[in-house]
């Protein structure tokens, strides 16, 4: 048991930010902080918390000391608060101050749109959490256990992150918005998180790793575009932050290419050469292909809905006021201003899709979403090379951007995967070969049994090739019985 009145700050909480020098802080953050356990133990099913569980550590941000890997109890893991080394005379990378030397304390000007991007951004954090809290009593193995545990536990430092530039820079409404980051809840119905993709379930593993590889990608470009921030603070968080991110999307990613392995190895096994044959598939106990793709569509579109309208004043605000830059902006070349540029966006009128110019600056949320929408491209590339390699005709892919919206210019448009127009009744009559029905739920929630010896794997997905920290096959990811 965490004793929480005699916690040394300076051990408990690894920090690169001079905490234990910092006394206004450190006592936010002590206070803060019983409420963040409390949030967590009321969070993660009561068995686990007492579990020892294989997890990786960040302690400093040298690439050596970042990563350390031990047996921890979740509730005794050290939440750090760990910035990116800062770059010499690093200067503001965007908007009408782009050149000046970025800044160090948030100008008032800019405060309340600031506070609102952090607020959001640490929102998703704990949501995620949320979300997923359930699903380590049907984990398919120890191995994946402990990779939703390293997620959940790395999800709960970016919200300290957050919490920490909270405390930091914005006074007593910082330190109320900190509060409320721990009272809004997934799915509540009076206090709902703040983005509709993390107010919805993550009922499978299926859907955990669809989650982790289009939704943390979205998490991953909003990082980007903040590491552009002209608030060195800021940007310095979110580049430590991305660091992790990218497991999320590796687990993720391998997820999803190792349930695609085994439903076609299966298959392979059986001689079944039809991937439509749905009910020959299910009858071997793996997840057919056609509903891996209604899960893909699923969730890439709510993640698309994440960046927002397409054409947003807000955002060329932050833009412009150099909080929140392009991908990679510092790589890009042009004048970094956007003031006479122009930008592709679709346009749906009168039930057509067409293309039309809009000016750059109001435009960067499509911009990010294009970046995104690249990015996600190259693991379903892999995925169907694993398909491929096991002679099946069938290709998973991204569907258009107008289907299933619920944000933007195509919300609620009768848009096929295919990206046609066609009519309310027929896109309602069609949802179910498209989206995950309540049928397809039901029968991979059938395949959600807990495995739970070291080693081994549940039936519907294949093991890993690598152990986490290079660790053999056999090795105990969670000690699941303590005495
Ligand atoms: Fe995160
Ligand atoms: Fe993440």
Known sequence: ????????????????????????????????????????????????????????????????????????????????????????????????????????????????????????????????????????????????????????????????????????????????????????????????RMLGAFNEETPDWLSFFMFTYFTDRDGKMQLEALAQSGFDPLSRTCRFMLTEEAHHMFVGETGVGRTIQRTCEAMNAAGITDPYDINAVRALGVIDLPTIQKKLNLHYTLSLDLFGQEVSTNAANAFNAGIKGRYQEHKLEDDHKLTNDTYPVAEYLDGKILLKDAPAL????????????????????????????????????LPHEGFHRQIGIFNEAPITPDGNVISRDEWDAQRDQWLPSKADGDYIASL?????????????IAPPRVGIDNKPGDFEYVQLHMA
Request: charged share 25%; with cysteine; net charge neutral.
């Open 1 to 192: 048991m965490l004793d929480l009145i005699n916690v040394s700050y300076d051990t408990q909480i690894p920090n690169n930010v001079g905490l234990s020098s910092d006394r206004r802080v450190l006592k936010a953050l002590e206070k803060w902080h019983p409420g963040y356990i409390n949030w967590w133990k009321g969070l993660i099913p009561q068995n686990f918390q007492e579990s020892l569980v294989y997890l990786r550590t960040a302690i400093s941000v040298d690439p050596k000391g970042w990563a350390k890997f031990g047996y921890v109890k979740m509730p005794e893991y050290r939440w750090g608060v760990l910035l990116a080394p800062q770059v010499e005379d690093r200067r503001i990378p965007c908007g009408e101050h782009v050149g000046e030397p970025a800044w160090q304390e948030v100008p008032g000007e800019y405060r309340a749109l600031m506070r609102r991007l952090i607020v959001i951004q640490g929102d998703t954090e704990p949501a995620s959490v949320e979300q997923q809290k359930f699903l380590a009593l049907s984990a398919p193995s120890l191995y994946d256990m402990r990779n939703l545990f390293q997620v959940n536990v790395e999800e709960g430092r970016h919200l300290w992150a957050m919490v920490y530039l909270l405390h930091k820079y914005f006074g007593a409404d910082g330190r109320e918005e900190a509060d409320e980051l721990l009272l809004r809840q997934s799915g509540s119905d009076e206090k709902p």
């Open 362 to 397: 109001t435009a960067v949320n499509m911009r990010l979403r294009d970046d995104y929408t690249k990015d996600a491209a190259g693991g379903v590339g892999r995925w169907n090379a694993i398909i491929k390699k096991h002679n099946i005709e069938f290709a998973l892919a």
């Open 448 to 460: 959600m049994k807990p495995v739970s010896e070291p080693g081994q794997y549940a039936g519907w």
